[in-house]
């Protein structure tokens, strides 16, 4: 017989399962469809996004990230399902920033808009950037996407390394510390070449 710690074995597989409605996966292979002869570069972000890499939430949306041509792209793209026109919006986050033990407010600002696939809402950022409280804006949100493939399909999402420093400068210290043990797992594991 062999000699296990369920509880680590379960933290383990906890790590390694992600669950993701199925909703969300039809939307994003859908999406996909839509946009592979546009030419667009999107990413998946959001918590959907690190769904997707196995992290531990639970997404209640499809976020998309692009620059500002390509929301202009992926609006014309989805016109069929009746989008909210786009907009240069600024928002408040539900969350504050926790900078040196002191919460301020955090604001994105994006060409915005929004639409839903059936029951799924999706949200579409573009040229995103994040100010805290009244210190300027950030540089637009810029990255080299990771891929994830469902059913063989590549799916842009935004690189793990990105969201951890986005919460680490945040102070979103339990959203940092949900992701630092991937992002040192997979510097473990050697790169294979093909």
């Not at 696939?117 to 573009?126: I, T």
């Amino acid at each position: 017989m062999y000699n296990a710690d369920i509880g680590k074995i379960k933290q383990q597989l906890n790590e390694v399962l992600s669950f993701v409605d199925l909703a969300y996966i039809d939307a994003l292979l859908l999406l996909h469809d839509t946009f592979e002869n546009e030419h667009v570069g999107w990413a998946v972000g959001g918590d959907l996004g690190e769904a997707l890499e196995t992290i531990q939430v639970e997404p209640d949306h499809v976020e998309i990230v692009a620059n500002k041509d390509g929301t202009e792209k992926i609006f014309s793209a989805v016109k069929e399902y009746n989008p909210k026109p786009i907009e240069l919006q600024t928002i408040k986050l539900a969350r504050n920033a926790k900078i040196n033990g002191i919460e301020k407010p955090i604001y994105i600002q994006s060409y915005f808009f929004e639409f839903f696939l059936g029951c799924v809402n999706v949200r579409v950022y573009g040229d995103m950037q994040y100010k805290i409280n009244d210190w300027g804006w950030g540089d637009k949100l810029e990255f080299i996407p990771e891929y994830v493939n469902i059913t063989g399909v590549k799916i842009a999402v935004i690189p793990l390394e990105v969201k951890y420093q986005i919460y680490q400068n945040l102070g979103w210290t339990d959203r940092s510390e949900k992701i630092e043990p991937i992002i040192k797992r997979r510097k473990q594991i050697p790169k294979q070449s093909i």
